[in-house]
């Protein structure tokens, strides 16, 4: 069992994400996951069902929690453990994947661009031709990735917005 890393989809301001890209979870949203404690309701830490600091057996049992990644995201009270990150999310679909990949590529490269001048000056071709990709989705995916067309303008525009950056020259 494996947590999610959720970084792109962190706004960059807020404090678990701070470099995050500001990406819609999407279809990632109804990803379910297993925890001890989704509310924080619970006197410690939330953990994963095969963390090392559960007791007496790690696995799921019948007080776990299940539930969305979207609702655990939104509860500010949820405090995971700092080994497991506090929850396990249940296996993808093959849209939840292609998605979960596309989300990384776009988001590392929007790292890619504003941390290495230099290397975006030398790549712009490569950095176009991606994001072009990345942007230009068909209504097929476009209704696979998000439940709602205001996701999808998100990831247009974040896109977009990178696309720009990399046409511009480089601060010297």
């Known amino acids: 069992m494996e947590q999610l890393d959720l970084e ?8 678990d994400w701070p ?14 996951a297993y925890t ?4 924080g309701r619970s006197q410690g830490r939330a953990h994963s069902p095969d963390c090392a ?20 995201l939104g509860n500010k009270e949820f405090d995971p453990c700092s080994k497991c990150g ?8 093959d849209p939840q994947v ?7 590529q776009l988001h590392d490269l929007a790292r890619l661009i504003r941390t290495t001048p230099r290397q975006r000056a030398v790549d712009t071709e490569k950095f176009t031709r991606t994001l072009d990709e990345l942007g230009d989705l068909d209504t097929q995916t ?10 999808a303008r998100q990831w247009q525009r974040i896109a977009d917005r990178l696309l720009n950056e990399v046409q511009q020259p480089p601060a010297t």
């Open 8 to 15: 792109p989809f962190g706004s960059g301001s807020d404090g």
């Open 86 to 93: 506090g929850y396990a999310a249940r296996r993808l679909t």
């Open 98 to 104: 292609t998605y979960y990949r596309a989300a990384h």
């Open 142 to 151: 476009t209704e696979a990735w998000f439940p709602s067309m205001g996701q």
């Open 36 to 39: 001890t404690d989704a509310a």
């Open 53 to 72: 600091h559960r007791r007496p057996q790690p696995g799921v049992g019948h007080h776990d929690e299940i539930v969305t990644i979207e609702e655990l």
């Open 19 to 32: 470099r995050g890209s500001g990406l819609p979870l999407g279809v990632l949203a109804s990803v379910q």
